[in-house]
């Protein structure tokens, strides 16, 4: 397995977590759920509750088929823990949750938590990440997983959508278009030229961006690859959703600098 990331090992422990770690990774996953994903501050509270409370831990760490494991990072004389990994143990190794510390990333936290999973078990493995943080899925790729399709999970009351990532081919791949894209697109009667060579990636198919004119320097829309709409909504916050198909591009909080 290849590092995307160089990494400093000399001051990283990874370790099975125990009872002592289980305040640690709630305050972890909340702090992750803040700080890169599409949530409301109810539907993280609700995961918390569900997945991350004193005792659904315990039970994960003291259930046989599942691996909880943590990344302990020395700093100075103090060391503490700034990632975990949780995974559900079967036929294959289902990743169920990944998070490091925001204020820790890009010290290979999450690679390291990886790299320890592919030598600890030849099982297959699989990945299950929030479509709130689909953008979180591209460095699993890193890792040899692939878009394999789309899930949901319930916590509490609530259906969350999920990006499933397995190991070899997947059954889909969002970065190809499902429709040709055309070198223009007729809006309200004009025709808007399309920038074919620009991609912007959505849940089920990438945007190519619209111009006003032929010498597209003046942004005018965005063409859905996934059904053929220009019926696409933008905001501030980058996120972009067909109101068509329903392709959901969110906004870019996930980048290099988890790993």
């Keep these: 397995m290849t590092y995307p990331l160089p990494l400093n090992k000399s001051n990283m422990e990874i370790r099975p977590a125990d009872s002592e770690d289980r305040q640690r990774v709630e305050t972890l996953a909340r702090d992750s759920f803040r700080t890169s994903y599409a949530l409301s501050p109810q539907q993280i509270d609700t995961i918390i509750e569900n997945e991350f409370d004193d005792e659904t831990l315990a039970d994960r760490l003291e259930d046989p088929d599942a691996t909880v494991l943590v990344a302990e990072h020395a700093a100075g004389d103090t060391e503490e823990v700034q990632g975990f990994v949780d995974v559900a143990i079967g036929t294959e190794r289902t990743i169920r949750w990944l998070h490091v510390d925001p204020e820790a990333r890009g010290e290979g936290i999450a690679t390291a938590l990886l790299d320890r999973l592919g030598k600890d078990d030849e099982k297959?493995?699989?990945?299950?990440?929030?479509?709130?943080?689909?953008?979180?899925?591209?460095?699993?790729?890193?890792?040899?997983?692939?878009?394999?399709?789309?899930?949901?999970?319930?916590?509490?009351?609530?259906?969350?959508?999920?990006?499933?990532?397995t190991e070899g081919d997947g059954t889909e791949d969002a970065n190809e278009p499902s429709v040709p894209v055309p070198p223009s697109v007729t809006v309200d009667g004009t025709d808007r030229p399309v920038e074919q060579d620009e991609t912007?990636?959505?849940?089920?198919?990438?945007?190519?961006?619209?111009?006003?004119?032929?010498?597209?320097?003046?942004?005018?829309?965005?063409?859905?690859?996934?059904?053929?709409?220009?019926d696409v909504a933008a905001d501030g916050l980058d996120r972009i959703e067909c109101g068509e198909c329903g392709n959901l591009h969110r906004a870019d909080e996930w980048d290099d600098s988890y790993l």
């Design 124 to 165: 297959p493995l699989v990945a299950r990440v929030l479509e709130d943080a689909v953008e979180g899925g591209e460095f699993l790729e890193d890792f040899g997983l692939e878009s394999d399709g789309n899930d949901q999970m319930s916590f509490g009351n609530e259906e969350f959508a999920v990006a499933v990532f």
């Design 200 to 230: 912007i990636p959505g849940r089920d198919a990438p945007f190519f961006p619209t111009y006003a004119g032929e010498d597209h320097t003046d942004p005018y829309g965005y063409f859905c690859s996934n059904c053929g709409s220009t």
